[in-house]
């Protein structure tokens, strides 16, 4: 039997995938597939995606409190590294950007962000600090703990 559907997700999760030169990916195609195995065939995984922390922050900005807009995402996925799509952020400094921002709409943002180093404690404090609610290794986890880890964050 699926595990209970966060409320907040209302059977739609909403994600921006912010990362480098990245195709519809294994990552994506992990998300839906954790989701799916934890809330069941009812969960549909809306994504958009951008290529740079520059452009996130581009789309992100209309979505300010004050703006009268919704932030059309629940969760961001954040590279760590994402100069070679030409960004010159890195994922922390958007974090960082974002977590101490406020959004329009009914839920805290979820920011997660993924690094080969975030096996090392220190670097995955670092992360947290910098506001990621969440921090995934690379190679990504399986998707069953990727989505719970997501569903922790968002029913927090």
């Not at 799509?85 to 009914?106: D, H, N």
């Not at 969440?134 to 968002?154: D, E, G």
Request: aromatic share 6%.
């Amino acid at each position: 039997m699926p595990a209970r559907l966060p409320a907040l997700l209302l059977h739609r999760a909403r994600v921006c995938r912010v990362a480098g030169l990245i195709e519809k990916t294994t990552k994506q195609t992990c998300l839906e597939t954790g989701f799916r195995d934890r809330y069941g065939s009812a969960v549909q995984l809306s994504t958009q995606r951008a290529c740079t922390a520059e452009e996130a922050l581009e789309t992100m900005g209309a979505y300010r409190e004050g703006s009268g807009q919704t932030c059309p995402f629940d969760v961001l996925i954040i590279d760590q590294h994402m100069e070679p799509a030409g960004g010159a952020m890195k994922g922390t400094q958007l974090v960082e950007v974002l977590s101490k921002r406020s959004y329009a709409g009914p839920h805290r943002l979820v920011l997660a962000i993924a690094s080969g180093n975030a096996d090392n404690p220190s670097d995955a404090a670092y992360f947290r600090a910098c506001g990621a609610s969440i921090v995934w290794p690379k190679p990504y986890p399986r998707p069953a703990a990727m989505s719970q880890s997501l569903a922790m964050a968002m029913e927090s």
